[in-house]
Antibody
Framework: QVQLVESGGGVVQPGGSLRLSCAAS????????MHWVRQAPGKGLEWVAI????????YYADSVKGRFSVSRDYSKNTIYLEMSNLRPDDTALYYC?????????????????WGQGTLVTVSP | QSALTQPPSVSGSPGQSVTISCTGS?????????VSWYQQRPGKAPRFIIY???ERPSGVPDRFSGSKSGNTASLTISGLQDEDEADYYC??????????FGSGTTVTVL
């Protein structure tokens, strides 16, 4: 069965950096794009980023563009979210999610399976 | 990339039907048939319940159905059950490999 396990969250000061990880199993990691989605405490879901199945294409929400970077390591079946210049409004539970279908086809990219999330708190 | 608009809350008695709307624009909901819906119970990760406007993943009860007209997508829960009490979010492809979520709707079973 599909499993996604996020890690790397914690408390960081404004302006600081953090790297989140998401370890995937139970599906052919090489064939699926992957998402990061976040949820501020008590708030709704916000799409953050997507990385293509082969890792060369990366797209970001305007709110994180230039500060966050998504990547993937096929040897570890893991994706990463490098976050820099963090702000208090980046405080959220960060989820990784698998794309519904294979490869890089628009109709296949909606998130389906989600991990349990890792909490990032940006505070002085 | 403004959030799609959903009503904050809807409610219904067991056995009734409720419908949640999700209003966007021609550049997201209206422009693509890639609207998905998610159920989120308190303290849990979102669960995928509808994709491509009206398709159900395997294992999702047929009480859940989706539709779209113009810039507004809708999720209908028929035969409401206690276990359906949760937050529901729509999500639409918004072009250029970006996505936008709805503001979320809390469903209460009376």
């Amino acid at each position: 069965q599909v499993q996604l396990v996020e890690s790397g969250g914690g408390v960081v000061q404004p302006g600081g950096s953090l790297r989140l990880s998401c370890a995937a199993s139970g599906f052919n990691f090489n064939n699926y794009a992957m998402h990061w989605v976040r949820q501020a405490p008590g708030k709704g879901l916000e799409w953050v980023a997507i990385v293509s199945y082969e890792g060369s294409k990366r797209y970001y929400a305007d709110s994180v563009k230039g500060r966050f970077s998504v990547s993937r390591d096929y040897s570890k079946n893991t994706i990463y979210l490098e976050m820099s210049n963090l702000r208090p409004d980046d405080t959220a539970l960060y989820y990784c999610a698998k794309a519904r279908g294979v490869f890089w086809i628009e109709m296949n990219l909606s998130p389906d399976y989600w991990g349990q999330g890792t909490l990032v708190t940006v505070s002085p | 990339q403004s959030a799609l608009t959903q009503p904050p809350s809807v409610s219904g008695s067991p056995g009734q039907s409720v419908t949640i709307s999700c209003t966007g624009s021609p550049t997201d909901v209206g422009g693509y048939n890639y609207v998905s819906w998610y159920q989120q119970r308190p303290g849990k990760a979102p669960r995928f319940i509808i994709y491509d406007v009206s398709e159900r993943p395997s294992g999702v009860p047929d009480r859940f159905s989706g539709s779209k007209s113009g810039n507004t997508a809708s999720l209908t829960i028929s035969g409401l059950q206690d276990e359906d009490e949760a937050d529901y979010y729509c999500c639409s492809y918004a072009g250029s490999y970006s996505f936008v979520f709805g503001s979320g709707t809390t469903v209460t079973v009376l």
